[in-house]
């Protein structure tokens, strides 16, 4: 069999072997250094199992299979969903993945690999705050268009304003699953997904394509996150998240770690602060993050994106400038019939975006150069 979606029929058998409960990436490699070819450790003999002190569990989940799979079944269905078998001789498997102690063996992807191997890892709260979603507006969109590839978790909350802002600005983004690429989790990203794979970005997972989201998969699925970016920025998160545990693995590692300051008494603040005691790179703004040349391309390229609601809250703030005073929330709030939460929300995401300026309870229009004007 020659297909495009994976290197030789070997893979075949290793997809079929790594399917299996219990075999991790440590285990698998033993049954291939002893037998010397994955179609050959497929092909096995209980006997040679039992030598490296495989789980009784899998042995006998193997046993019932060994008999039905067929590489064939498995050959359509890679080509009939475009789904490519990525091992660690395959040019696509990425070379970071090689900084962990236990690199997967095998990945499951859909989609366009990056150009090159200019990766930012960026996660955060499942939970966030509108300052942690402001904060994800203000840094994403010229890190995306700066030319590097974002990576984050598909989770809901942060990981998921990543990939969409990263899209909306034409960038290229990569999701790493904790479940295989056939159950997406969380069901609500299905149409994210769509469009990831329609924008020509990429999903991968080291599961089989109908595995579950376990919750021991997305602890595994964080090692990943860790490793392929070559710098890694946590937008607002908690002291115990799954933030926290990729950002000291990526720490680890050796790999560039920036953590945005937050409100000091919000508990999806308290893990980013506790990075920064521990030595992460205060960010507040891109330049934090890119070199030189990088926020120059960047700068070329970024043009603010203003949405209808913002757009609506800049034309009561031009009247009221032209009037030579600012604009309260309340006031915003009570012309376009907005509640005051997301009015404080939206400005907070302006203030960010450098539209506006808070001065003494009031809000201002601002230029490039932040001083006051009035909407073009």
């Avoid at 030598?51 to 080509?79: C, G, M, T």
């Avoid at 607002?236 to 998240?241: F, V």
Wanted: net charge positive; hydrophobic share 35%; with cysteine.
């Amino acid at each position: 069999m020659s297909s495009p979606y994976y290197q030789q029929d070997d893979d075949l058998f290793l997809a079929a072997l790594a399917a299996i409960p219990g075999l991790g990436p440590k285990r698998l490699q033993g049954l291939f250094d002893q037998q010397g070819s994955w179609q050959k450790a497929w092909e096995a003999d209980m006997g040679d199992w039992e030598k490296i002190n495989l789980p009784a569990a899998s042995r006998h989940y193997w046993q019932k299979q060994k008999n039905n799979f067929k590489s064939e079944v498995l050959d359509n269905y890679l080509n009939r969903t475009k789904t490519n078998l990525i091992t660690k001789t395959h040019p696509f498997y990425p070379t970071r993945f090689h900084d962990l102690p236990d690199p997967p063996i095998l990945i499951y992807s859909r989609g366009k690999w990056p150009r090159n191997n200019k990766i930012i890892t960026a996660v955060g709260s499942r939970r966030p705050t509108p300052y942690g979603e402001a904060v994800a507006a203000h840094l994403i969109p010229p890190l995306a268009e700066s030319g590097y590839s974002i990576a984050s978790g598909l989770a809901l909350g942060l990981d998921t304003l990543v990939h969409k802002l990263s899209l909306e600005n034409k960038g290229h983004t990569i999701a790493i699953l904790g479940s295989g690429l056939d159950n997406i989790y969380p069901a609500s990203n299905r149409n994210l997904v769509e469009k990831i794979m329609a924008a020509g970005s990429l999903l991968i997972s080291e599961y089989h394509p109908e595995s579950a989201p376990l919750r021991s998969n997305f602890i595994q699925r964080n090692r990943l996150l860790a490793a392929i970016g070559e710098k890694t920025l946590i937008l607002e998160a908690g002291l115990n998240s799954g933030s926290i545990l990729t950002a000291r693995l990526a720490k680890k590692m050796g790999r560039s770690l920036y953590a945005v300051p937050g409100n000091i008494l919000s508990e999806e603040a308290a893990g980013c602060h506790h990075l920064l005691q521990e030595g992460a790179i205060i960010t507040t703004k891109t330049s934090d993050i890119l070199s030189i040349k990088e926020e120059k391309y960047s700068r070329k390229t970024n043009k603010k994106i203003i949405d209808p609601e913002e757009r609506e809250i800049l034309k009561i703030l031009k009247i009221n400038f032209s009037q030579f005073r600012g604009t309260s929330a309340d006031e915003i709030g009570q012309e376009l019939k907005l509640d005051t939460s997301s009015v404080n929300s939206k400005l907070s995401m302006m203030e960010i975006k450098k539209l506006v300026r808070l001065h003494q309870g009031r809000y201002y229009l601002l230029t490039e150069n932040g001083s006051a004007t009035t909407l073009n």
